[in-house]
């Protein structure tokens, strides 16, 4: 129980005040434009609208605070969801399916972080790359046709409930929790802020930042797998079309959400906060009705927003450290 209300706590925390006003904010005034907008019916439905995301944001958080950037969880997620529609039409079964799916899944961010570690390449040029091919290979195999026909207990995955809540939302609070503790509780992956920090002091403090690289892409591409699972549940169905552009909702999520993309700063709070807002602002789309391609302008705007806001106030932080270095070095 006390580990449970230190992961509320942190969910509260005063550098989350500010989304959270936005997000009571934004509630309120959809509340009273669209009176159906607290029914049961349609937060069930904004939360399953946004699961897939929310599930790769829990993944992106741990990247983004070690100073990274995984853009191929957008392409993950199809791949994983078309790997598994194609094992479900053999006679393994869909556990073992699933299981050869997610780990090939975590097998892409392996490779991801080895370009990293080895090749010296960016993470950025590294997982758009893989993203890039994996549409590609993704594209050959299917020959852009959809894979469906899957067995009923793989439905149940994206449409079963417990005591009337979702099995994905189930699976999302369950993982988010996880994520929370081991980030606040656990020192390996604690780790991670200190290799956001500073990844080269980190290495000469003992830290083995090639092996967390390894853990924590991996951990990444297998939250990518598993929503292209849960999406190929929910659809009942495999299609190279899935996750488009999901990787810039995620990613504005967890940096709406407080984390830093040059690293060393973020929180899970922060970004279950994050993806709340996002999920508020897609279901306002559809409630009033307006064109949802305008939806990712919004969510890009936001992430540009965010990005300069936080440059803004690194600066104001650098000018601040030197104006009291000055003040401290003529005080004598």
Do not use: C
Not at 89 to 104: D, E, N, Q, R, Y
């Amino acid at each position: 129980m006390r580990s449970l209300g230190t992961v509320l706590k942190k969910l509260t925390k005063k550098g989350n005040i500010g989304l959270i006003a936005s997000v009571a904010l934004l509630t309120v005034v959809m509340s009273l434009a669209y009176p159906n907008f607290l029914t049961l019916f349609n937060i069930e439905i904004t939360a399953m609208g946004f699961i897939q995301e929310a599930l790769m944001a829990l993944g992106m958080t741990l990247v983004i605070i070690s100073g990274g950037i995984d853009l191929s969880v957008a392409a993950v997620l199809p791949f994983t969801a078309i790997i598994v529609g194609l094992l479900l039409k053999t006679s393994l079964g869909v556990w073992p399916s699933i299981a050869i799916a997610l780990g090939v899944a975590v097998l892409i961010g392996f490779i991801n972080a080895l370009m990293i570690n080895k090749l010296r390449v960016f993470p950025f040029i590294a997982t758009l790359a893989t993203a890039t091919m994996l549409r590609g290979v993704a594209l050959v195999i299917t020959e852009g046709a959809t894979i469906s026909g899957f067995p009923t207990a793989f439905y149940e995955i994206g449409h079963g409930r417990v005591y009337g809540i979702p099995v994905p939302v189930i699976i999302f609070l369950v993982l988010a929790v996880l994520f929370a503790l081991l980030l606040k509780n656990h020192s390996y992956f604690q780790q991670v802020y200190f290799v956001g920090g500073n990844a080269k002091a980190a290495q000469l403090s003992g830290i083995k930042v090639n092996r967390l690289r390894y853990v924590i892409y991996g951990i990444s591409a297998f939250m990518a797998g598993l929503a292209g699972i849960i999406t190929a549940s929910q659809y009942v169905s495999a299609s190279t079309g899935f996750g488009l552009n999901s990787d810039t909702r995620v990613i504005t999520s967890v940096i709406i959400g407080g984390a830093s993309l040059s690293g060393g700063k973020g929180s899970i709070g922060g970004t279950i906060w994050g993806v709340i807002f996002l999920a508020i602002i897609s279901n306002a789309f559809v409630q009033s009705g307006a064109p949802t391609y305008w939806q990712d302008v919004v969510y890009g705007g936001m992430l540009l927003a965010a990005v300069f806001l936080e440059e803004y106030l690194r600066a104001r932080g650098r000018k601040a450290k030197m104006k009291s270095w000055r003040e401290f070095l003529t005080s004598g």
